[in-house]
């Protein structure tokens, strides 16, 4: 209920995750898609391109949302999709084996790791542990960076200048560099760090985007790309 009514406020972010996605260009027909829920936040135009989809998610409603919100177009494009009521990190391993030619996105699902886990040590290692799990695929990822509250921003033309998103070559996601996001958003309060900064190779280029999650809270979304050589 409360994606669907968010709509219109997450728009700008959805734009520029469909403007990642627009310039990533998956080397398979197929793929495999995890933590997608309804897909309030992917360009549909996108998952037309593939002729089958493996969708994965623990949510009950995720499949019949999904294909309320999808499903007509991937009709249109002959695209086969197929949902699977799983917890994709628990089981990645058996999938990646059992689709060995297909293409993997992350949909905003890495940064809620570690509310899951709750042990911050583990879910820096599992995360990190992806390079290794996922060597020699096609893969990518948007996720919580960073998130918190902030304060009322003074004039539209701030809310506008937030929406800029920022290309950054490092994954070393240091301390100063993590405040001065912060700051860019007139942060107040605490912020939460999503365990997220190690997710990508430190070479691979990647997209932050600023979300505006709820009326005075906001995270910032990593999105990256990662192609074998």
């Known amino acids: 209920m409360h994606a669907f009514q968010s709509q219109k406020r997450w728009q700008p972010t959805v734009a520029h995750i ?10 398979h027909t197929h793929l495999l898609l995890m933590g997608c829920s309804a897909g309030w936040m992917m360009p549909t135009q996108w998952l037309t391109q593939f ?13 019949s949302l999904f294909n309320w919100r999808h499903g007509r177009a991937l009709r249109h494009s002959n695209t086969q999709i197929t949902h699977h009521r799983l917890d994709a990190m628990a089981h990645l391993p058996d999938i990646l084996t059992q689709h060995p030619q297909a293409s993997i996105w992350f949909d905003n699902m890495l940064g809620q790791h570690r509310y899951r886990i709750r042990d911050e040590a583990q879910v820096e290692k599992e995360l990190r542990a992806l390079n290794v799990t996922l060597e020699g695929r096609d893969w990518g990822s948007v996720h919580d960076l ?6 009322k921003l003074a004039k539209s033309s701030d809310l506008r200048a937030q929406s800029v998103c920022q290309n950054v070559y490092s994954q070393n996601i240091n301390t100063a560099y993590s405040q001065t996001l912060v700051q860019s958003l007139h942060a107040q309060g605490v912020w939460f760090d999503h365990l997220t900064s190690h997710v990508f190779a430190d070479d691979t280029p990647t997209l932050l985007i600023p979300w505006e ?5 906001w995270h910032w979304l990593q999105a990256g790309w990662h192609s074998p050589a």
């Open 51 to 63: 002729t089958r989809i493996d969708a994965y998610d623990i949510d009950p409603l995720a499949q």
């Open 213 to 217: 999650f709820k009326p005075h809270y």
């Open 146 to 151: 960073l998130s918190g509250p902030t304060q």
């Open 18 to 27: 469909e403007y990642f996605l627009a310039r990533c260009k998956p080397r």
